[in-house]
């Protein structure tokens, strides 16, 4: 009995003394991450008895590494993409075949997709982070002549809105120290790879739970995509107006995250948009919606190594 009411004794005073979420920067260090992503995209016209849906995967791996810190905090990190694999089963706005390509395969040299990516992948790009996480400058990131629909999709894994998914970003805007049940709000804009551009995406983040003996705060979101949209190409064979605007019927995030606060980085993370937009065509009302999940996960460097490296985790079209 008296183990249990120390027990809950030091459990109550470390909700009650809160905790600092603000990310750390200590130069040297390096941390690992490996990001999964699911995007669902359908479209339906009123007069056409055809639905279509095009989904595209893609699998990713970076590392952050601090190569120096300041005195006023101010950390340079360099953010490197080591692998990524991009697959669909079907075709995508302006995207004439299907995607599928995978850095880490010899074969995908040959890829439409492979001269885009092959300018990013495993090129360091260099940001300056401020002690609470956000993002000052970054530079180094390459251009290429090409300005295709393949370029275009490549950027967008490397664009300022994919900076805005980096993990020691979740945090930004946290109260410190900060208590459970603290909420705080972040405001930014978002382009969707497949349709959807100039969107204004709001989340509230809460601290749900602190757990000390890990060390580890379990952080949740919701929130709500709003402003006017712009529709991108085609898909398959439904005419999609590029550059007309779209009329968001109703769009939500959602998430789940757990945060070392010990260290100042996120060990994992679990995240959900869902878009529903519509434009007037010749063909009627046109339906657009967007479903995507996306996890990241820190993990070692060993285990990174390996999989960054073996052909075994290269997605195969159909098989994820």
């Given at each position: 009995?008296?183990?249990?009411?120390?027990?809950?004794?030091?459990?109550?005073?470390?909700?009650?003394?809160?905790?600092?979420?603000?990310?750390?920067?200590?130069?040297?260090?390096?941390?690992?991450?490996?990001?999964?992503?699911?995007?669902?995209?359908?479209?339906?016209?009123?007069?056409?008895?055809?639905?279509?849906?095009?989904?595209?995967?893609?699998?990713?791996?970076?590392?952050?590494?601090?190569?120096?810190?300041?005195?006023?905090?101010?950390?340079?990190?360099?953010?490197?993409?080591?692998?990524?694999?991009?697959?669909?089963?079907?075709?995508?706005?302006?995207?004439?075949?299907?995607?599928?390509?995978?850095?880490?395969?010899?074969?995908?040299?040959?890829?439409?997709?492979?001269?885009?990516?092959?300018?990013?992948?495993?090129?360091?790009?260099?940001?300056?982070?401020?002690?609470?996480?956000?993002?000052?400058?970054?530079?180094?990131?390459?251009?290429?002549?090409?300005?295709?629909?393949?370029?275009?999709?490549?950027?967008?894994?490397?664009?300022r809105a994919a900076f805005e998914q980096l993990p020691f970003l979740i945090t930004v805007g946290a109260?410190?120290?900060?208590?459970?049940?603290?909420?705080?709000?972040?405001?930014?804009?978002?382009?969707?790879?497949?349709?959807?551009?100039?969107?204004?995406?709001?989340?509230?983040?809460?601290?749900?739970?602190?757990?000390?003996?890990?060390?580890?705060?379990?952080?949740?979101?919701?929130?709500?995509?709003?402003?006017?949209?712009?529709?991108?190409?085609?898909?398959?064979?439904?005419?999609?107006?590029?550059?007309?605007?779209?009329?968001?019927?109703?769009?939500?995030?959602?998430?789940?995250?757990?945060?070392?606060?010990?260290?100042?980085?996120?060990?994992?993370?679990?995240?959900?948009?869902?878009?529903?937009?519509?434009?007037?065509?010749?063909?009627?009302?046109?339906?657009?919606?967007?479903?995507?999940?996306?996890?990241?996960?820190?993990?070692?460097?060993?285990?990174?190594?390996?999989?960054?490296?073996?052909?075994?985790?290269?997605?195969?079209?159909?098989?994820?």
């Open positions: 009995m008296i183990t249990a009411v120390v027990a809950v004794g030091f459990v109550s005073s470390a909700q009650a003394a809160g905790v600092n979420l603000a990310p750390r920067f200590e130069a040297g260090t390096v941390a690992y991450y490996v990001s999964e992503s699911i995007i669902r995209h359908e479209v339906s016209a009123d007069l056409l008895d055809s639905d279509e849906t095009v989904t595209l995967k893609s699998d990713t791996g970076m590392s952050l590494r601090v190569a120096a810190v300041d005195s006023n905090g101010v950390a340079e990190v360099i953010w490197t993409q080591h692998y990524v694999a991009v697959t669909g089963n079907g075709t995508i706005p302006g995207i004439p075949s299907a995607v599928d390509y995978d850095s880490r395969l010899p074969a995908s040299a040959t890829s439409p997709l492979g001269f885009a990516f092959t300018h990013w992948v495993g090129k360091p790009i260099t940001l300056r982070v401020d002690r609470d996480g956000n993002v000052l400058s970054f530079g180094g990131l390459p251009d290429i002549p090409a300005n295709d629909p393949y370029a275009q999709l490549a950027k967008s894994f490397f664009s109260p410190n120290p900060a208590n459970v049940r603290d909420t705080w709000t972040r405001k930014h804009q978002i382009d969707l790879p497949m349709g959807g551009m100039g969107l204004i995406i709001r989340r509230e983040f809460r601290l749900d739970r602190l757990r000390p003996r890990r060390r580890s705060a379990r952080l949740s979101m919701q929130g709500s995509i709003t402003g006017a949209a712009l529709a991108q190409g085609r898909v398959g064979g439904m005419p999609m107006p590029a550059g007309v605007p779209l009329a968001v019927e109703s769009g939500a995030v959602a998430g789940r995250f757990e945060w070392d606060y010990a260290n100042g980085r996120l060990l994992t993370g679990e995240s959900r948009l869902d878009l529903v937009t519509h434009i007037e065509t010749r063909v009627g009302k046109m339906t657009l919606g967007q479903h995507l999940t996306g996890s990241i996960t820190h993990i070692s460097a060993e285990k990174f190594e390996r999989r960054a490296r073996s052909r075994l985790t290269a997605p195969k079209r159909g098989s994820r």
